[in-house]
């Protein structure tokens, strides 16, 4: 089955502590991407990347790193999580950003 | 940057009715203009989606156009039905950069 998959779908985490949530994808998508959804502001762009080892910022990007190693997978770090990083995340893959968007099924994070 | 304007931001219909959402954009070079519907809980997923080389599409009950010279694209759905009833997202993207640029989200409730 074609998916893209993300661990943990759910987080509660102390300001400071490092971080990991993974994503996958199984379609042999080019392009991959993380957003982070939050209440009136919809979806915005954390990183992209164009394909293994290129990787480029959104419209977020403070406080996020990213590495693409591998075609299949994107992680998404947070080395010192703060309580505005709170939200709901989507990782999302394609064939290139004017094509359809494939997400994740969410993670959500709370840093206390 | 792009940036995407999407109104309104909630919406209440009758079922049966017609409901409208549209956005503005202000990158000139975008290209490529997705629709996605995020039902409670749930990731988004594409519904329709326009390049600008076409000025209308639809699929079935829902159709999107595109003004290019005004900036402006938006999404119809005919015959609402209470699964109808998500947030919409608005998005733009494919110009000169690689990112895709969506709006704050309309709250569409198709009452009984």
């Known amino acids: 089955e074609a998916q893209v998959t993300q661990n943990p779908r759910y987080l509660i985490t102390v300001t400071g502590k490092k971080l990991t949530v993974t994503c996958s994808q199984n379609?042999?998508?080019?392009?991959m991407s993380w957003y982070r959804q939050d209440p009136g502001l919809g979806l915005r762009q954390i990183y992209y990347s164009m394909n293994v080892e290129v990787t480029d910022k959104g419209d977020v990007p403070e406080g996020y790193k990213v590495s693409r190693k591998e075609k299949r997978n994107f992680p998404l770090i947070l080395e010192s999580p703060s309580p505005n990083q709170t939200s709901l995340y989507f990782c999302?893959?394609?064939?290139?950003?004017?094509?359809?968007?494939?997400f994740g099924p969410g993670t959500r994070l709370t840093v206390l | 940057g792009e940036n995407v304007e999407q109104h309104p931001s909630t919406l209440s219909v009758q079922e049966g009715d017609s409901a409208v959402i549209k956005c503005t954009y202000s990158?000139?070079?975008?290209?490529?203009f997705p629709w996605y519907k995020q039902e409670l809980g749930k990731r988004p997923q594409l519904i329709i989606d326009?390049?600008?080389?076409?000025g209308e599409k639809k699929d079935q009950r829902i159709a999107v156009t595109l003004n290019k010279t005004a900036k402006h694209f938006s999404l119809h759905i005919t015959e609402t039905q209470p699964e109808d009833s998500a947030v919409y997202f608005c998005a733009a993207g494919g110009g000169g950069g690689n990112k895709l640029t969506f709006g704050t989200g309309t709250q569409l409730k198709v009452e009984l």
């Open positions: 326009i390049r600008s080389n076409v």
């Open positions: 999302a893959s394609s064939f290139g950003p004017p094509r359809e968007q494939f």
């Open positions: 379609m042999n998508h080019e392009y």
């Open positions: 990158d000139s070079a975008s290209n490529y």
